[in-house]
C-alpha cells in the first residue's frame, strides 16, 4: 500500500527507487514437482509474445526477469533496473540498470539488451505503447532512457505482470543469432532458472541458474505438470509424485486436514472474475437492454459462487482492488431473481431469450462460469456453452474472436488502471463514447488529484452502463506434501500461483 501511495507523489516528484545486492547461499539441491492446473502455451517462454494471464508469470518468473516487478517486498520492487526516475511532466523515463546481471547463456545484460526488447515486444497493448513512444536509448551500458510523445503517467503500471510483458528482457545478440520461433524452442533469460524442457499440455522444466543477480536458487530442479483434475492433483501430493498441487477446490479441503503429511494455503489473489457481453453494442442483440444485464447480473449468487468455486473468496461490485488508491468500491448487487425476472419482462423478455454462446472461462474454471449459467437458466436467459483450454481462450480474446458471444473473464493487473486498459483495448469488443472520452483525459492527466476523479467516474459509468457484471475476488488454494518448508507462495497477493522460485526450500 505504501508503494502504491508512493507512486501518486513519484508523478510529480520522480522519486528514485532502488533495489539490494545479490544474497549468496549453499549450491542449490533436490527437486521439487508441481502439479497446476493449467496448460502453458510456448508463446508465454518468451516475454515479446507474453500474455496478461496470470499463467504466463509462472514462465516469466521462472525463466526470465525484469525492470520492476512485485515481490513480497513491494509491488515495484526494483529487478534488473536498480532504480529509475522520471520527468515532471512524464514524458521521459530513466532506468539505471544493475551492474554484472547475466543472462543464462553467459551474455552481460546491458542497455541494448532492454532497448531491444522493449521494441521487439509484439503482444497485449504493444501497438498502444509503441504508439506513445518517440525514442528508447542506450546512454551508457547501464542506463536506459525513454521518451514518449505524450505524458504517460501510469508507464510503470504497464511494466507489471497482469498488464504487459514489456519491461521482461531477453539477451539481444542470441535472439537475433537464432531466430524468435528458436528463441521460443530454447528460451534464455536472466530468471532464477534456465530452461530445460518443455512439452505442451504436459509439463515445464527447470534447472537452477547459479549465478542468478538476486541469489542462488535453493532448489536444483523444478518440474511443473499439467493435471487438469483436480483429483489427481491431490492425489499426486499423497503418493508423492507431486509436491505441490494448485487450485483445490472446497471438497477436497476435508480430505487434506485428515492427513497429517498435507497442508492446505489459501493464499488470496489480485483476480477478480466478471461477466463481459460483447454484443452489448448490437441493437438486435437482448444483451443491448440496460435491464436485460441488469438482470443477469441480479440472477447470480455471487455468495454460494464464491463458497463453492473459491473458498475464502466474497462477492464484488467492481475490480479495483482493496488498497488501490485509484479504485472505486461498489457494493455488489443482490441475489434477487425475481427481480431478475421482472427486469426481463420489462425489456420485452417474459419467457427469457438465448443469449447465443458462452465461454465459462477455460479449464479448472469451467464449473465457475457453468455455475454462472446455470442462475441465468432459472430466470430464463439461456447461453450455449463453449469450453475453451487456457491458451485458447487467451488467444481468442486477444484477436478479439469472441464477438458475438458472452464470456467469464479474469483481471489480472494489480492496478485499476491496468485492469481497465486490458479491458478497453484487448479483443476492441467496443466502449462508450463518454468513458472513452473520460478514459482518454485520464491518460495524459498527470495531476495525482485528477487523474482519481477521472478514473472514479469511469468506474462509476462502468457500473451505470452494466459494461461488465462484476462477480467474485478469488483465492489460490494450494495443497503441500511433506517435503515442502513453509508458504512457497509469498509472491505479492497479486500474483498467485507464482512465487519467488529461488525463495522456495525443501525440507532437509
Wanted: charged letters at 25%.
Amino acid at each position: 500500500m505504501r508503494m502504491r501511495k508512493a507512486l501518486l507523489f513519484l508523478i510529480i516528484s520522480g522519486v528514485v527507487f532502488s533495489g539490494s545486492a545479490k544474497v549468496t547461499a549453499a549450491p542449490p539441491q533436490g527437486l521439487l514437482k508441481l502439479a497446476i492446473h493449467f496448460s502453458i502455451s510456448a508463446d508465454w517462454l518468451d516475454p515479446a509474445t507474453g500474455s496478461h494471464s496470470i499463467s504466463c508469470h509462472l514462465p516469466l518468473y521462472l525463466f526470465h526477469d525484469a525492470l520492476l516487478k512485485p515481490m513480497p517486498g513491494g509491488m515495484y520492487t526494483p529487478g534488473l533496473a536498480e532504480s529509475w526516475t522520471f520527468s515532471p511532466d512524464c514524458k521521459v523515463y530513466e532506468f539505471k540498470l544493475r551492474e554484472g546481471v547475466k543472462f543464462h547463456n553467459g551474455d552481460p545484460l546491458t542497455a541494448d539488451d532492454v532497448v531491444f526488447s522493449f521494441w521487439r515486444y509484439k503482444a497485449h497493448q504493444s501497438k498502444l505503447i509503441h504508439s506513445k513512444t518517440d525514442k528508447v536509448e542506450a546512454v551508457n551500458p547501464y542506463l536506459v532512457r525513454i521518451h514518449f510523445k505524450e505524458p504517460f503517467p501510469d508507464f510503470l503500471e504497464y511494466l507489471l505482470p497482469g498488464a504487459t510483458t514489456i519491461g521482461w528482457i531477453v539477451p539481444k545478440k542470441y535472439v537475433e543469432k537464432v531466430g524468435d520461433a528458436a528463441f521460443k524452442r530454447n528460451p534464455v533469460g536472466a530468471g532464477p532458472y534456465k530452461f530445460v524442457e518443455f512439452l505442451a499440455g504436459v509439463r515445464v522444466v527447470a534447472e537452477a541458474f547459479e549465478d542468478y543477480w538476486r541469489k542462488v536458487p535453493s532448489i536444483k530442479r523444478m518440474e511443473f505438470y499439467t493435471v487438469s483434475e483436480t483429483s489427481s492433483r491431490v492425489n499426486r501430493v499423497k503418493t508423492g509424485e507431486a509436491d505441490i498441487a494448485t487450485s483445490i477446490q472446497e471438497v477436497f479441503f476435508a480430505e487434506i486436514g485428515k492427513d497429517p503429511n498435507l497442508r492446505l494455503i489459501k493464499s488470496m489473489s489480485g483476480t477478480r472474475w466478471t461477466v463481459f457481453f460483447t454484443t452489448q453494442w448490437d441493437p438486435k442483440s437482448p444483451w443491448s437492454d440496460l435491464r436485460v444485464r441488469q438482470a443477469a447480473s441480479f440472477a447470480i449468487d455471487r455468495k454460494t459462487l464464491a463458497e463453492v468455486q473459491s473458498p475464502g473468496s466474497y462477492p464484488i461490485g467492481s475490480i479495483g482492488l482493496k488498497d488501490d488508491p485509484l479504485a472505486i468500491h461498489i457494493p455488489p448487487d443482490p441475489y434477487d431473481p425475481e427481480k431478475a425476472k421482472k427486469l426481463l419482462a420489462e425489456a420485452g423478455y417474459p419467457k427469457g431469450f438465448h443469449g447465443g454462446k458462452f465461454y465459462p472461462s477455460e479449464g479448472t474454471f469451467w464449473p465457475y462460469g457453468e455455475q454462472v449459467a446455470n442462475y441465468w437458466k432459472a430466470v430464463g436467459i439461456n447461453v450455449d456453452t463453449v469450453l475453451l483450454d487456457r491458451p485458447a481462450v487467451t488467444a481468442l480474446r486477444e484477436g478479439g474472436k469472441m464477438k458475438g458471444g458472452t464470456f467469464v473473464d479474469s483481471v489480472a493487473s494489480p492496478t485499476i488502471g491496468g485492469a481497465l486498459s486490458y479491458r478497453f483495448v484487448a479483443g476492441s469488443y467496443g466502449n462508450y463514447p463518454d468513458i472513452v472520452a473520460l478514459w482518454e483525459q485520464f491518460k495524459k492527466e498527470v495531476r495525482p488529484a485528477a487523474r482519481k476523479d477521472l478514473i472514479g467516474r469511469v468506474q462509476e459509468l462502468i457500473d451505470e452502463k452494466k459494461m461488465w457484471i462484476p462477480l467474485t475476488s478469488q483465492t489460490s488454494p494450494a495443497v503441500l506434501g511433506p517435503r515442502v518448508k513453509g508458504n512457497p507462495f509469498r509472491i505479492q497477493p497479486h500474483l498467485h500461483f507464482s512465487a519467488p522460485f529461488e525463495d522456495i526450500e525443501l525440507v532437509n
